[in-house]
C-alpha cells in the first residue's frame, strides 16, 4: 500500500512539473508575442511618421516649384475663414456613387460636380470646374497641410503645376479627402498624404 501510496505521490509530482512546464512555455510565448506586437507597432508608427514628412517634404517642393511659375498668393492665416467641416457629413453621404464625366448630381459625379453640389446644400455657389474652384475661396498653400481643416477644397495639377489643376476633393481630416476620381470609379475617400508621398501634384487648398 506504501509502495502505491510513494508511486501516486511520485506522479502528481510529475505532473505537477509539466503543468509548471507548460504554464512556463506559455508565459514565455506570450511575453514574445506581446513583444513581436510592439515591434510591429513600433515599426507601423515609424512608417506613418516617414510618409508624413515625406508628404511634407514633396508639399514644400511642391510648393517653391508652384513659386516659380504661376499661384495663387496664400491668404494670411489671419484671414481665413472657420470654414465648412459640415461639407464632410454632406459628401460621405454619396460615398460609392458612380463617377460621370460631367456629372453633378447623385446618380453621378465627376471631380468639381461632387464639390459644387455639397457646397450648394450649404448655401455656396461654387464654379463648375477645378481650376476656375481653385482660383474662388481663401487660398492655403500646399506647404501648409497643418493649415487644414474639414471641409477644405483640395486641389491637384499635372506635375504639381497650379495652373494646371486637374482635380479636386473635399478633406475629410485625418489626411484623407473624399473625391470621385476618374471613370470606373466611385466616389470614395482616399489618402492625401499617400497621393502627395507618391504623386506629388497637391497644389493647395481653398475654404469658403
Not at 122 to 139: D, E, K, V, Y
Amino acid at each position: 500500500m506504501e509502495a502505491r501510496e510513494q508511486e501516486q505521490a511520485a506522479l502528481k509530482a510529475k505532473a505537477e512539473r509539466q503543468a509548471a512546464d507548460i504554464r512556463a512555455a506559455i508565459d514565455k510565448q506570450q511575453k514574445y508575442v506581446s513583444a513581436l506586437n510592439a515591434e510591429v507597432k513600433r515599426l507601423i508608427a515609424e512608417e506613418e511618421e516617414r510618409q508624413r514628412r515625406l508628404a511634407e517634404e514633396r508639399a514644400r517642393a511642391a510648393a517653391a516649384a508652384a513659386a516659380a511659375r504661376r499661384g495663387r498668393p496664400a491668404t494670411p492665416v489671419g484671414d481665413l475663414p472657420a470654414g465648412h467641416p459640415e461639407a464632410v457629413d454632406i459628401a460621405l453621404r454619396y460615398l460609392g456613387v458612380p463617377y460621370v464625366w460631367g456629372g453633378a448630381s447623385p446618380s453621378g459625379f465627376d471631380c468639381s460636380g461632387l464639390c459644387m453640389y455639397v457646397y450648394a446644400q450649404i448655401g455656396i455657389s461654387l464654379p463648375r470646374t477645378s481650376a476656375a474652384q481653385f482660383q474662388a475661396g481663401a487660398h492655403i498653400p500646399p506647404d501648409r497641410l497643418d493649415l487644414l481643416r474639414p471641409g477644405d477644397l483640395v486641389f491637384f495639377g499635372t506635375d504639381g503645376d497650379p495652373s494646371r489643376v486637374h482635380h479636386v476633393g473635399i478633406y475629410a481630416g485625418d489626411g484623407n479627402y473624399i473625391h470621385a476620381p476618374q471613370m470606373g470609379d466611385v466616389v470614395k475617400v482616399s489618402s492625401l498624404t499617400e497621393r502627395i508621398a507618391s504623386r506629388g501634384d497637391y497644389v493647395g487648398a481653398s475654404r469658403f
